[in-house]
């Protein structure tokens, strides 16, 4: 299948491209880092558009009594290639120069990253932090994202033909777009189906909360608008003004991030006017990325896998003591959990039941490596983490948690675990694209029926499920059957099977690499959003 000629201009507000390249925060990042690196592996036309963040996200340490602590270095990328282009948006009535670098160095197709560190724009820097400010510098940057990454891309002289928002972060894209088709002279609703032929959207936010909505005011205040009326601005995108509501009523064509989330996500939107149809594409993982050598070849002889899979949980198991100084046990079943640490992903599900929990523990029938980092604002995460380091220090070798949660920790952790963990409150997970890394790696998923998971789990066959697709009517129910449905799976196949059948685990690990290995590796998901997405039918 050929991917074309036609150029696709990918946006999105963070690149996940290499772990020093500290301009992402989690997921979304690592999503659009590999889709650039397997696009380039593919020789697809796609463009990416970020931002260069002097700071970046928060790197997060935990204080001797437990707390987390967000610290923000300053960082330079000397190999960026500067491309003489600086682009000028307007925030607050005044301009603001952007300068266009341009990076290639990570096996990843062009990425254009706007920056407003230079002299002109004197102490107005908005692309320090990412996700840090409030409503005001997160306007200021979408406008930056949006009409900036639109404008570098034509002072660039690129051609493009679809613009992809990657979440609703840069649809101000779509409305500079709509703003040059009205100054042109075309009617506003004429406008809007203009725009929306060189338009699609990818959302990532199941929780409602989580979905971006900003004051109109706001919009007035900061120049977000551009020009636009409040009726107009409603019109496409409600008041307050909702980002991911917007972006389907500004594209022709949008998708969720696996096929459960695209239920949820119609469900989510089916009350809205004027939107998109949302397809499903489930996320991948850039494979020369995430997978360790061994298993880049899909082995399934069991005893190479396992002496391959020794060597990785080795590795992990140096890692924790380099930063921990805790020894974790080689011949200990090792559980891997790291996500975002906020209230639904739940990183403290084991835990519920503390006589259960200390009797696997402390009998040395599993060894729990957490990471993860909170927002600085979640004070339920940050309440999460306080939680994990407690029951570090409670159960000493045997729990650990290690700060500052990058790709660093999140490579040696889907390499180096026996199981990977995965609790989160269904639906609520997108996709969860860790699980995937796991998998091709050998490491078997024990997860909630969510995200991707439905799609690949054979309970007991590459990994296992804990509980099923019912999801209880209120949330302290749901938490109490899941945690019973995780220590059952835990205590009656997971450790018996590692401890009993080692034969059995080895052929499970066979089953887990074959199964996961092409079906969500990320240059699948790139010709699906070429051949769903992009190609216009
Ligand atoms: C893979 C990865 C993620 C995304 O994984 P989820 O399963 O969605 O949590 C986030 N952060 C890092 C550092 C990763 O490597």
């Known amino acids: 299948m050929t991917l074309g000629t036609k150029t696709v201009a990918y946006f999105c507000m963070e690149y996940g491209l290499e772990n020093s390249f500290k301009l992402y925060s989690g997921g979304l990042g690592i999503l659009a880092g590999d889709m650039l690196k397997a696009s380039r592996d593919l020789n697809a036309p796609v463009v990416g558009v970020g931002i260069k963040w002097l700071r970046g996200y928060t790197e997060q340490v935990i204080s001797p009594d437990g707390k987390t602590v967000d610290c923000y270095p300053e960082h330079d990328y000397p190999f960026l290639e500067d491309t003489g282009v600086t682009v000028t948006v307007k925030i607050k009535g005044q301009r603001i120069g952007c300068k266009v670098w341009k990076t290639e160095r990570f096996g990843n197709v062009p990425l254009y990253l706007l920056d407003t560190n230079i002299p002109s724009n004197g ?18 940057q979408e406008i930056i994202l949006g009409v ?13 033909d679809t613009y992809h928002f990657n979440e609703g972060h840069a649809v101000f894209a779509g409305l500079e777009m709509l703003r040059e088709e009205v100054e042109a002279g075309t009617g506003f609703k004429d406008a809007i189906e203009r725009v929306k032929s060189k338009t699609v959207f990818t959302t990532h936010t199941p929780i409602p909360a989580g979905n971006e909505r900003h004051p109109l005011e706001a919009l007035l205040y900061t120049g977000a608008n551009l020009g636009f009326t409040t009726d107009q601005l409603s019109y496409i995108g409600n008041t307050p003004f909702n980002m991911t509501v917007a972006a389907l009523r500004l594209s022709r064509k949008a998708n969720a991030v696996a096929e459960l989330h695209g239920v949820t996500a119609r469900d989510m939107w089916k009350g809205e006017q004027r939107c998109c149809e949302i397809l499903s594409i489930t996320n991948g993982v850039h494979r020369p990325t995430w997978v360790a050598e061994p298993f880049l070849s899909q082995p399934s002889e069991p005893e190479a896998i396992w002496k391959a899979h020794t060597a990785e949980k080795q590795a992990l198991i140096d890692l924790v003591k380099e930063r921990t100084g805790v020894a974790l046990d080689p011949e200990v079943l090792l559980v891997g959990f790291s996500r975002r640490a906020t209230g639904y992903k739940r990183g403290n599900l084991l835990f519920s039941d503390m006589g259960r929990i200390k009797k ?10 957490f990471s993860g980092k909170s ?5 339920q995460g940050r309440s ?26 999140g490579s040696a952790m ?41 799609e690949a789990c054979k309970h007991g066959v590459n990994g296992w499920a804990i509980g099923g697709e019912d999801v209880p009517s209120s949330v302290e129910e749901q938490d109490r059957q899941d945690a019973l449905n995780l220590y059952s799976v ?20 066979a089953a887990s690499i074959r199964s996961c290995s092409d079906q969500f590796c990320a240059q699948r998901m790139v010709r699906d959003y070429f051949e769903k997405m992009y190609r216009r039918q």
């Open 148 to 160: 900036g990454g639109y404008k570098a891309l034509k002072a660039l002289g690129i051609d493009v």
């Open 384 to 409: 999460v983490i306080a939680e994990l380091v407690a029951m570090a220090k409670a159960f000493p070798g045997s729990v650990v948690y290690l700060p500052g949660y990058d790709m660093r920790i």
């Open 414 to 454: 889907t390499r180096g675990a026996d199981i990977w963990l995965n609790n989160p409150r269904r639906p609520l997970e997108a996709c969860g694209t860790s699980g995937m890394k796991a998998a091709m790696n050998g490491v078997l998923n024990v997860s909630i029926l969510d995200g991707w998971w439905p």
């Open 375 to 379: 927002h600085p604002r979640d004070l």
């Open 360 to 369: 696997l523990l402390d009998g040395k029938r599993l060894q729990v490596v």
């Open 123 to 140: 102490e107005r820097l908005y692309t320090a932090f990412l996700y840090g400010g409030g409503t005001e510098e997160r306007l200021a």
């Open 490 to 509: 835990l205590e009656q196949e997971v450790i018996p099977t590692f401890y009993n059948d080692r034969a059995r685990w080895k052929g499970m690990m």
